[in-house]
């Protein structure tokens, strides 16, 4: 449950609209619910601004299916990362509303958008990135900030790179992606004042060894200010750049 839902909640019990026994129904399930093979928190979007968000792969449709019921009836926002079309088309048929990211391989739910803070700068070293930039992109997107792309910039053509040098500057947080040698993290950490978001990806020949060889170049980065996610983590750089953001806009002028 979100906190517009919980004040509302609380302004209509003061008004006398909801009585007490039907705001308790409502409250009983915080802060999860067990539907035996899952545990959904509800509570979650209260503590850190954002609904659970669910992963798709391992679970099958009905899984899915069910746990984005439940999520959909407490809340405006949902995601569901690393799933199919087949999996949409079952959630879709019970969740009205519900968007395919067929690039980022996730299903969003956003009954309330707003308006998007800018700040956030993706960049990816090459087209086979995509799917993790998309990730990244609609993660930041869902929890109200834009994301502006640079895409196919790697280091094998750095003049591509320095061509959006002003835009990268004016970046708050920049998130840099890349496979193969994964150097691209360490020229952007280099360029900017802002931090640095970097996500190996799992893009490359075989002694990229699926991601593993751009995780340890970003890693081992000599450039400051560099931190790094997961392999194909574009959910998690996402999730942190949108964190950033959102302190930096709270910053006094």
Not at 1 to 22: F, K, N, T, Y
Not at 151 to 162: E, K, P, Q, T
Not at 230 to 249: E, P
């Amino acid at each position: 449950m979100e906190p517009a839902r919980i004040r509302q909640l609380l302004e209509d019990v003061a008004a006398g609209r909801v009585d007490p026994a039907g705001a308790y129904e409502r409250l009983r399930l915080l802060p999860y619910e067990d539907i035996g093979f899952a545990k959904i928190d509800h509570h979650r979007s209260l503590r850190d601004g954002m609904p659970e968000v669910v992963l798709g792969e391992g679970k099958t449709i009905e899984q899915i299916v069910a746990i984005a019921e439940r999520l959909a009836e407490r809340s405006d926002r949902m995601l569901i990362t690393r799933t199919g079309p087949e999996a949409y088309a079952a959630v879709a048929g019970r969740v009205p509303g519900v968007t395919y990211h067929a690039a980022a391989r996730c299903i969003s739910l956003n009954r309330s958008p707003g308006a998007l803070l800018p700040g956030i700068v993706i960049v990816a070293g090459g087209t086979a990135d995509l799917s993790v930039v998309e990730e990244a992109a609609l993660t930041a997107e869902l929890i109200g900030h834009a994301s502006e792309r640079i895409i196919d910039v790697g280091v094998a053509g750095i003049h591509r790179l320095l061509a959006h040098l002003p835009q990268l500057q004016a970046a708050t947080v920049v998130i840099a992606i890349a496979g193969m040698d994964g150097a691209l993290a360490s020229a952007v950490g280099g360029l900017v004042a802002g931090p640095v978001i970097a996500v190996p990806t799992s893009v490359g020949y075989g002694a990229a060894f699926g991601g593993l060889a751009p995780l340890l170049t970003m890693l081992n980065s000599c450039a400051t200010g560099v931190a790094v996610v997961n392999i194909d983590n574009g959910f998690g750089a996402g999730y942190l750049a949108a964190r950033i953001n959102t302190l930096a806009h709270q910053r006094p002028d």
